[in-house]
């Protein structure tokens, strides 16, 4: 189980590479790709699945005999990293440097004295127009150095980075450099495109160790939120036919606000849920009565207790590591689960033979947010918000339990094979 997930994390180290390591998946299991801009022709029994800017992906199964709702299992395929600048070299005569920025919150630190590898995706000139194409470069390519403890005596005592001074990349010492192509041939040769032929890029800097387990531990970066990834897909492929539809949704941009045309506050969920019902014979209209009879799971991780510092955690409401699925909740919709929605989720845990634990952050650490809430501005629907534990979230190596990857997976199976269906205003039965 865990092999199986370090190689598609370490398969996917941009959101474009994550909906592409899911593609493949899917076309192994027969799934059919769709364009959002045509015309859908769908039969019952088969799979599809559509993409949108190649980092977002939605994918369903069509059971036979009508569709009851929607059982979407919704995560995120991006995580933090360094983002390139348009033009990315600095060149100092000393140095050659990478310009980026930070992409989600990162903790710093651990950026530093990390080899770095290169991926994204580069826009090609074509006779015809532009063409995208996915590059990843597996070998170290950059390294952010620390300052010597020698020169930096505080260095122990706490540091604040800045990023456009203490982050920046190091990549080689000069572009006529002996040892190392200039920056853009560099990426030339790894497409075998001539450099005047590239427009533009989405390039990334990213941590390229490998995922291990150990103990009672998987380490490996990206656990957020490629463990959910991963684990949701598997369960989608694995699920039985039921009454509804079974969806699984990826997003962008979640570690940025979600705010894009391929993130959770977009239409796209709602666009391809009402050209299903379309192209199956009924009317956008009927959206809103499939919707009432829909259940989401918002999938991203949670925080474990951390085994040094425990005061950080509320203690009634904290979870462990190979504890099982976490359930989340907040009083300010930071996570959208109410009573209803936990109340659901824990028969489906229950039906899966999986355990489950509540978490809630300490009152006065309002803690992050996730695409549940987002969503369901578009697309209204009962929602809770679930993830696995883990320690270090949105370090460049993290930490969580061996055992919690396969707890989700089996909760997904269930989970997509079920049906929700609301027989009165907070009255649903599971089927």
Same mark, same amino acid.
């Given at each position: ?6 190689? =598609? ?45 190649? %980092?977002?992906?939605?994918? =369903? ?115 006529? %450099? ?17 450099? $005047? ?27 957020? $939120? ?87 955690? $509320? ?47 300490? %009152? ?68």
């Amino acid at each position: 189980m865990n092999k199986e997930l370090f190689e =598609f994390i370490e398969n996917s180290p941009t959101a474009f590479h994550t909906v592409d390591t899911i593609k493949d998946y899917l076309l192994k299991d027969n799934f059919i790709p769709l364009d959002i801009g045509e015309e859908w022709n769908i039969e019952e029994g088969k799979g599809y699945f559509v993409t949108r800017n190649n %980092s977002s992906l939605i994918s =369903f199964k069509v059971p036979c005999g009508g569709i009851k709702g929607f059982m979407i299992g919704a995560s995120h395929s991006d995580s933090p990293c360094f983002k390139l600048k348009a033009n990315p070299v600095t060149d100092d005569g000393m140095y050659v440097r990478l310009n980026t920025e930070r992409y989600g919150g990162m903790i710093n630190s651990t950026w530093l004295d990390s080899p770095l590898s290169l991926a994204g995706r580069v826009i090609v000139s074509t006779p015809d127009g532009i063409r995208a194409e996915l590059v990843d470069s597996k070998e170290p390519v950059a390294i952010i150095p620390n300052v010597a403890i020698h020169l930096n005596k505080t260095a122990n005592e706490g540091t604040t980075y800045n990023a456009a001074v203490d982050l920046v990349p190091l990549y080689s010492t000069t572009e006529d %450099s002996s040892f190392t192509p200039s920056f853009m041939e560099y990426v030339a040769d790894l497409l075998c495109v001539a450099q $005047d032929d590239i427009l533009a890029s989405d390039l990334f800097l990213y941590n390229a160790d490998k995922g291990y387990s150990w103990g009672d531990f998987i380490t490996a970066p990206r656990i957020d $939120d490629l463990q959910c990834v991963y684990a949701s897909l598997k369960g989608f492929l694995l699920s039985h036919k039921s009454d509804s539809m079974p969806v699984l949704a990826v997003f962008d941009n979640e570690e940025v606000g979600s705010s894009t045309k391929q993130g959770a506050d977009s239409d796209f969920l709602n666009t391809v849920l009402t050209k299903i019902l379309i192209s199956i014979g009924m009317s956008a209209d009927a959206l809103a009565d499939k919707l009432a009879n829909s259940f989401m799971l918002s999938c991203d991780n949670g925080h474990a207790v951390h085994p040094n510092h425990p005061e950080l955690t $509320d203690k009634n409401n904290c979870v462990k590591l190979n504890g099982g699925i976490v359930i989340k909740h907040n009083a300010n919709q930071r996570y959208c689960t109410d009573s209803v929605s936990a109340s659901l989720t824990k028969l489906l845990c229950e039906r899966a033979l999986v355990p489950y634990q509540e978490y809630s952050n300490r %009152s006065d650490l309002p803690g992050g947010s996730t695409l549940g809430n987002i969503a369901n501005t578009h697309n209204s629907m009962l929602t809770a918000d679930i993830g696995l534990p883990q320690l270090a979230m949105h370090s460049a190596l993290e930490t969580a339990g061996i055992q919690d990857t396969e707890y989700m997976e089996v909760l997904m199976k269930v989970f997509f094979s079920s049906s929700v269906v609301q027989l009165a205003d907070g009255v649903y039965s599971i089927k």
